[in-house]
């Protein structure tokens, strides 16, 4: 009897909550996850409106990672071999990752392949805007036809100063398919979250691909001549359509991670913390 109240209990908490009404404020994992199907043929030159990534708790599935290992040149091996990522054997307290010990931003390309939350795509004049649920980030893309700039990093009144995202071009190769390239990323950033090290120089090219209304790809690869012997392939992220089109922040806070960093993650990985 008390197992049989106990399920009509849980039936009836979960149909009051089917029923309750929804706030056009807040993003449900559970619609991304339910919109299935391809929703109807994607619509000709135009990627705009906001997406679900693997990170979203909708279900949504990254179809490539970055290859591995990377094809580095001398000068890139060493520069590998100096980030020392989390994950396998390395703790919190190891890493110099300069993300997770500090909340530094990503930078581009990886902060479009490590905490794929949701992003939204904003179409204007001469220009598109990738927006990034993690972190707030926005990333300004031109589309008025100028050229990449060549003299990023270097000395001269017509030098260009690197930056967290870089400089960024885009044009449609097709009615479906969007070609971004990017350089001029600041290097002392990651490319992956596994730490793979890039140059100033370093030239970046995602190919947004719509298929259907519901489904977006987004395939990058790296050239990087100063660190690796050929192009990388830096992997092909899947979106979803989110049909109430909610977009929410997700931050890093440096002083939550500062505490985090003070009060658990340094003495659980410190071997004289136990003694």
């Not at 990333?139 to 009144?157: F, M, Y």
Request: net charge negative; proline share 9%; glycine share 10%.
């Amino acid at each position: 009897m008390v197992g049989v109240a106990g399920v009509l209990l849980f039936s009836a908490l979960a149909a009051a909550q089917g029923n309750a009404p929804r706030s056009p404020w807040k993003y449900y994992p559970e619609d991304a996850r339910a919109n299935e199907g391809p929703g109807g043929p994607a619509p000709v030159r135009d990627l705009s409106g906001t997406w679900a990534g693997e990170s979203s708790g909708a279900g949504v599935q990254r179809l490539v990672r970055p290859e591995s290992p990377p094809p580095l040149t001398a000068l890139g091996k060493q520069l590998f071999d100096l980030n020392v990522a989390e994950g396998t054997g390395v703790t919190v307290a190891e890493t110099n990752d300069p993300h997770v010990r500090y909340c530094d931003p990503f930078g581009f390309p990886r902060n479009m392949n490590d905490q794929i939350r949701s992003m939204t795509i904003a179409t204007g004049p001469g220009r598109t805007f990738v927006m990034l649920k993690f972190m707030n980030i926005w990333r300004e893309i031109w589309t008025d036809g100028r050229a990449l700039p060549t003299n990023v990093g270097g000395r001269g009144p017509d030098a260009h100063d690197p930056t967290y995202n870089g400089y960024s071009v885009g044009r449609w190769e097709d009615d479906y398919t969007f070609v971004v390239e990017t350089t001029g990323t600041a290097p002392e950033t990651w490319a992956t979250e596994t730490g793979y090290p890039h140059s100033a120089e370093a030239r970046v090219t995602e190919r947004f691909h719509r298929t259907s209304k519901n489904d977006l790809t987004a395939t990058t690869t790296m050239d990087d001549p100063k660190l690796y012997t050929r192009q990388v392939a830096m992997g092909e992220v899947h979106f979803r359509w989110i049909p109430s089109q909610t977009f929410f922040d997700f931050s890093c806070v440096p002083s939550s991670v500062q505490r985090y960093l003070d009060e658990m993650a340094d003495p659980a990985g410190d071997p004289n913390a136990a003694q």
